[in-house]
């Protein structure tokens, strides 16, 4: 087992390939990481959204299938009647833009990773284990008699519906202890059906497209930020350890290494020898470099990214009020469960809408140690395997019909206190109250037209 800092060769070659000769040798000396390594658990929740589950869910780490009861659920009188899950996939490769400035380092990366982007078998994993934890968490609901009645909604992206297919192979485990799950396409509920539109809404959004995606200032504050104080310190002691001159490094070169150690450790369970290049206040700055291109990109940055999402809210809801239609009439709910599969960018932005994790001020280049107390973490709200779920409850003895139908929301199997009363669940009239503007005036086509230019002239 390694510790303390690489011993990284002395090179007077060209840095990037100097960097290159040291990621390669680190990469030949990586280990499996002893269960409770120091290192690497000190970096593990700087990682962003390259953060593993069980990192954001500790308790996962000692008994990962055993489900988490929060004490907050509703119970006795209250029966959970319908859930809505929107679940990012689970931990992927690195993604072909990650592998092509990886590859800057060193070129055996892609044979060594698989393909860009594709879940991981530790994804699957993570699937198979969330859908073994909820479905003993709400018996009723995943049960074998609504089980053809599954409802699979997924991003096209191939890391989200093998994700989709993965969780289906859990649950058959909970419902058939024993015997080996058919194929997908052979399950009584089916194959998850694909939706980008409503899984990847960003990308059906001109006004998003144009003014935040392809618009080369609005991340401003993230380029300001590899640029300032706090990137240059780690700068000058990443070149003192490779020995190369501290100008011929960038932030984006440190983010690879510091990729390195967070991909290795979420994929394999080993450590990099790069994770000892980092120390926490390191990893803290590298995090918040994270935190801002996910803030200004996918947060609070700008109205539009939250707004792009409203489409998937609005669904939401729809299945519940199609649930509480239902049970109102005596009928059976048609869709007991509704799976969603998407991607950390389906989620952040829904988050945003609702109100979640609001700093008081925005996260900038210049606010760094102003900011170290934040609310908006994206490793803690989106990790790999990350979970929104709303849960519609029927409870006997209510005194009036609108005490009937009450709601809680979770995050990452944790009961998600309401944004605007910090109330653990509300009833189901009062939040569609709350979000009043949202469900009726939140328009996509609207919120993602682009300003009309106008083109008209005095000049004769």
């Known amino acids: ?246 100008h011929s490094l960038n932030a984006d070169l440190i983010q690879v290494a510091f990729f390195t150690c967070s991909f290795d450790l979420a994929i394999k369970g080993v450590k990099s020898p790069w994770c000892d290049v980092f120390d926490i206040d390191d990893a803290k700055v590298l995090e918040y470099l994270n935190d801002l291109k996910q803030y200004w990109k996918r947060g609070y940055g700008y109205t539009i990214n939250s707004r792009s999402s409203c489409t998937l809210f609005q669904d939401i809801f729809q299945h519940l009020d199609k649930a509480i239609e239902q049970k109102q009439r005596s009928q059976p709910v048609s869709s007991p469960v509704i799976l969603q599969f998407g991607h950390a960018e389906t989620l952040l932005p829904l988050l945003a809408l609702m109100g979640y994790f609001k700093d008081k001020e925005p996260l900038t280049a210049y606010n760094y140690k102003e900011q170290l107390h934040r609310k908006f973490r994206s490793g803690h709200i989106v990790p790999y395997a990350s979970n929104l779920i709303f849960v519609l409850y029927h409870c006997k003895n209510a005194k009036t019909p609108k005490e009937e139908f009450r709601v809680q929301m979770l995050l990452n199997e944790k009961v998600l206190p309401l944004a605007h009363s910090q109330e653990t669940a509300s009833l189901y009239e009062d939040l569609k109250a709350h979000y009043k503007d949202i469900l009726q005036s939140c328009h996509s086509s609207k919120e993602c037209e682009l300003a009309k230019v106008n083109n008209t002239s005095d000049e004769l």
């Open 1 to 246: 087992m390694l510790r303390g800092r690489p011993r990284l060769p002395s090179v007077s070659v060209a840095p990037v390939a100097a960097l290159a000769v040291a990621l390669l040798s680190s990469l030949s000396r990586c280990s499996l990481l002893e269960p409770d390594d120091p290192a690497a658990s000190a970096l593990s929740p700087y990682f962003g959204t390259k953060t593993r589950y069980e990192d954001a869910n500790p308790g996962l780490l000692r008994d990962p299938e055993a489900p988490r009861r929060d004490p907050e659920l509703l119970q006795d009188a209250c029966t959970p009647v319908q859930l809505v899950a929107l679940i990012r996939h689970g931990t992927r490769y690195p993604t072909a833009k990650q592998i092509r400035r990886l590859r800057q380092l060193h070129g055996l990366l892609q044979a060594r990773r698989g393909a860009g982007g594709g879940l991981v078998d530790k994804g699957r994993q993570d699937m198979r284990r969330l859908a073994l934890r909820l479905a003993a968490l709400f018996p009723a609901l995943f049960s074998r008699e609504n089980y053809g009645r599954l409802q699979l909604v997924t991003s096209s992206k191939h890391r989200c519906v093998d994700s989709g297919a993965a969780f289906l192979q859990g649950l058959w485990q909970h419902l058939h202890p024993g015997l080996p799950p058919p194929d997908v396409a052979d399950m009584e509920c089916g194959p998850p059906r694909i939706n980008d539109k409503l899984m990847r809404f960003f990308d059906h959004c001109e006004k998003f497209l144009t003014e935040v995606e392809k618009n080369a200032t609005a991340l401003y504050h993230v380029e300001a930020f590899k640029t300032g104080p706090e990137m240059q310190n780690i700068l000058k002691k990443v070149a003192a350890t490779l020995q190369v001159p501290v």
